[in-house]
């Protein structure tokens, strides 16, 4: 702020140069220019100083003569009462100054060479701690506080409650490290109504960090971190919908919980594993982008979407996925699905993988929009296990998420596409099996089925090998089995060959249509219902 007026404790604008230097050029004598609105007077324990402090409060009496208020005549004659403590301020409010309680600036400041004893929180008088800045300040979601740590390593015995509406600003999380052998927590200065915030920026917090908005009952409490590095664990749990924030380009040496809060967390780097934890009442939702993190869980065990945890995770890479829960949810972009580890369904669900590019396109358009693509490709990864009795669905919807489907129906297409993903080229093989039973178990079924319709037309089931180019071999259709069903017409048989004495034993008249190649006759003959006949229709 621009000092146009200087007052000392008595005396002329020439005794007010040699007390405290000038601010700009000597006034000239009879034409002394007023303060400004606004203008502040900060006394610094001996003497009267311009700028703003700390503190405020402590003057007991203010006279002056005119012309203070005119832009010549006389010099002004100005007398002062000492100020109580260092750090209070007079402020000119266009006809007198007056003392004020009120910060000017909003912030207190810590630093290494600071005083929690003589200390006031202004730049000239800091504080050593950041507790002892925190019961400094009385904040309000309408004044907002900043408190402003100097470079240094700080510890304290804590836990140290994090002060509503306060945020604590380092000077970079390299040079700004805060340690709480207590560990961190939420103040009670959270309880009432009002949109409550706080939070750190360029910090290193050494310390578990139980930020709990239940123990505070806190209906609006947010939390915002930015630039900071986590030393230890963090848990977050909520109170209300409300209760929300966000992590920016933050580093993590601890795990991460969340239960009941909707978070976001951009560019965070996770050296440990991120938990979402079912919250009693609330839903727990992770919105994670553009950063990585050793494993995230997602843990439900009661059947209830309004307490449901979702994962909403875009360029977030994780090296293991474990949704375990049937109201846990898992949307994945591509480039967020594990490298490395298994995606592990325990009742889970993996909602969507968007087909985004991974060096290949994946449609013509740009677009996301579900229904907007010919074919949405599920690309490759690694694999998924599936545990504790889970099914695994890969199946479509319409564009308008109808149960009841729409006039239009949508193929699920299980092959190699058009933009170079072609895994099964060559000799690869598309197996669909069920795993071996062992003992007297029995393996599962491997059930390949065109819909039923009440009136309607069932669809076909269509087995087709490609036909090859150039003197290459057209493929078989092998089935292999004991038994093959044909409920719905005779004409599907299994084809055998053999010697006249190897023909199918135990034929009834239901199995008429049945073949059989007769390498003893050297050709095909079939049965009728009651015999063996040729092509000619003699008995053979």
Request: aromatic share 10%; with cysteine; charged share 10%.
């Amino acid at each position: 702020m621009t000092q146009r007026f200087i007052f000392p404790i008595g005396g002329t604008p020439e005794s007010v140069r040699s007390q405290i230097g000038a601010v700009g050029p000597a006034p000239e004598p009879g034409s002394v220019p007023a303060p400004g609105v606004g203008e502040v007077l900060t006394w610094d324990g001996t003497q009267w100083v311009p700028g703003p402090g700390g503190g405020g409060g402590g003057v007991t009496s203010v006279t002056a003569s005119a012309p203070l208020a005119s832009s010549g005549g006389a010099t002004p004659d100005i007398s002062l009462t000492a100020g109580a403590t260092a750090g209070d301020v007079l402020t000119w409010d266009g006809a007198n100054w007056a003392g004020s309680s009120v910060s000017v600036v909003g912030e207190v400041w810590v630093t290494k060479g600071g005083s929690d004893v003589t200390g006031d929180g202004s730049l000239s008088a800091p504080f050593a701690s950041v507790s002892a800045a925190l019961a400094a300040i009385t904040a309000t979601p309408t004044a907002r506080w900043a408190v402003r740590i100097a470079p240094g390593n700080y510890t304290e015995a804590g836990p140290i409650a994090l002060k509503a509406n306060v945020f604590l600003i380092g000077d970079g999380r390299r040079n700004t490290r805060l340690a709480s052998t207590g560990g961190w927590t939420l103040g009670a200065s959270f309880t009432p109504a009002g949109d409550h915030r706080s939070g750190a920026i360029g910090v290193f917090l050494d310390g578990a960090c139980t930020f709990n908005f239940s123990t505070v009952s806190s209906n609006e409490g947010k939390l915002y971190f930015e630039s900071c590095v986590f030393l230890s664990a963090i848990t977050l749990t909520g109170f209300s919908a409300i209760n929300q924030g966000e992590m920016l380009n933050c580093n993590f040496f601890g795990a991460l919980t969340l239960s009941g809060v909707n978070w976001s967390d951009t560019g965070g780097i996770h050296f440990q594993q991120i938990f979402l934890n079912q919250h009693p009442t609330l839903p727990t939702t992770l919105a994670a982008t553009n950063g990585y993190a050793d494993k995230i869980t997602l843990t439900t065990s009661v059947n209830n979407f309004a307490r449901r945890c979702s994962l909403f995770s875009r360029s977030f890479w994780t090296d293991y996925l474990d949704v375990d829960g049937i109201v846990s949810y898992a949307d994945l972009s591509v480039d967020s699905v594990p490298r490395y580890g298994p995606v592990t369904l325990n009742n889970g669900n993996l909602v969507n993988i968007s087909p985004v590019s991974l060096g290949t396109k994946p449609d013509v358009s740009s677009s996301r929009s579900l229904g907007d693509f010919g074919r949405q490709w599920l690309y490759t990864f690694n694999y998924v296990n599936v545990s504790s009795g889970t099914d695994l669905y890969v199946g479509t919807v319409d564009s308008s998420y109808d149960p009841t489907g729409s006039a239009t129906g949508y193929g699920v297409f299980l092959q190699p596409d058009q933009y170079g993903i072609r895994t099964n080229v060559n000799g690869g093989v598309l197996d669909m099996r069920t795993a071996n039973a062992t003992g007297t178990g029995t393996s599962g079924n491997v059930d390949v089925a065109s819909g039923t319709t009440a009136n309607g037309n069932s669809g076909n089931l269509a087995l087709t090998t490609g036909v090859p180019t150039g003197t290459g071999t057209r493929g078989q259709i092998s089935l292999n089995a004991r038994q093959i069903d044909a409920a719905s017409t005779p004409l599907l048989h299994k084809w055998q060959t053999g010697a006249t004495g190897s023909r199918p034993a135990g034929l009834v008249a239901g199995d008429a249509g049945r073949t059989f190649f007769d390498t003893t006759l050297g050709l095909p003959i079939w049965w009728n219902g009651t015999g063996w006949i040729n092509a000619a229709g003699a008995a053979v």
